[in-house]
């Protein structure tokens, strides 16, 4: 039987988020506690709801990049085809990578050799054990590692248009290059950012992987609900 695995961070009021992003606002907006007088439903079976205030940026938890985020040229994430955030996956064990480490092509070649799976194609998940290490605190802002620009180059050359990463951005913070961003400007690729539980994925093998927007008019990404189906 096939197994599904989230790998979506838990959306919270004041959660951690990119050192240049605005944390989310999350609050409730009506309660069933003061819907009760709005007199719903019939006499012994009132008809109350909760509804609740969200604001947050389209960059904030476990979400993809559009390429207009990084190119103003670029198209937004309603206008980019829905295939793109799905497809046949691989995770990469690359837990030896330290916090503001490099993510090199030795990395990838050896981490693909682990893995079995000849990437050529396929979705890129690259499980640093970042996001167990660092998360809630704010080294979930400021350590993650960085993936390379040679290492982005080792995924486009075998057909990988789509790659994901623990924490807020696949350049490191201690820097502001943001060479992986343009790179992947130039390339016309993206990727991931804040994926979670990338460990359940280790040594599975090939996978099928979900991680579609929310179809926002001109987007520059989306928040994602993030998932692997095992079979």
Known sequence: MSRVVDLS?????????????????ITTHMSHEN????????????????TNFIAMLDHVGTHVDAFRHVNPEGIPVDEMPL????GKAVCF??????????????????????AGVKVDGHIVLLCTGFHQRTYPGLDSVWKNPLLTVEATRWLHARGSKMHGVEGPSTDKPSD???????LCRDLGI?????LVNLEALIGKGEFQFFGAPLKFKGGSGSPVRAFAILN
């Open 9 to 25: 961070l838990l959306i919270e009021d004041n959660m951690p988020a990119h050192k240049l992003f605005q944390r989310p606002v």
């Open 35 to 50: 819907t009760r007088s709005l007199g719903l439903g019939v006499p012994g079976d009132a008809m109350t709801f909760q």
């Open 83 to 86: 295939e793109m955030f799905m």
């Open 93 to 114: 064990d690359l837990r030896h990578i330290p916090d503001l480490g490099d993510i090199t092509v030795a990395d990838m070649e050896q981490a693909e050799a682990q």
């Open 176 to 182: 502001n290059l943001f060479a992986q961003h343009r």
């Open 190 to 194: 993206s990727h991931w950012e804040w």
